[in-house]
């Protein structure tokens, strides 16, 4: 929506989606499963231009694709540790 919104008002240059770019697929996950800490202490920076956030997702065998991960993690029991197939 917000790069829809750029490129109705002639901004949709490269350079402007390129910094677009990581608010749109970096912050998300913060949003949604960062605590509120995390949030706290990234979000407002993101959104005032302060700092760049991404998401880099690669595996192998499947690089960047991300529909064909195969890696899992899984909380022990305890809820203290994550277990991490390593595929």
């Known amino acids: 929506m917000v790069c829809r919104f750029f490129?109705?008002?002639?901004?949709?240059?490269?350079?402007?989606?390129?910094i677009l770019g990581g608010k749109?697929?970096?912050l998300p996950p913060v949003?949604?499963?960062g605590n509120e800490e995390l949030k706290a202490r990234v979000v407002p920076d993101?959104?005032?231009?302060?700092?760049?956030?991404?998401?880099a997702i690669s595996e192998a065998m499947v690089?960047?694709?991300v529909l064909s991960?195969?890696?899992t993690a899984v909380k022990t029991e305890d809820g203290k540790y994550w277990i991490i197939n390593g595929v």
């Open 7 to 18: 490129c109705l008002c002639e901004l949709g240059s490269y350079k402007y989606l390129a």
């Open 24 to 26: 749109v697929i970096g």
């Open 31 to 33: 949003l949604h499963f």
């Open 46 to 55: 993101i959104l005032a231009g302060k700092k760049f956030i991404c998401l």
């Open 63 to 65: 690089g960047s694709d």
């Open 69 to 71: 991960l195969q890696t």
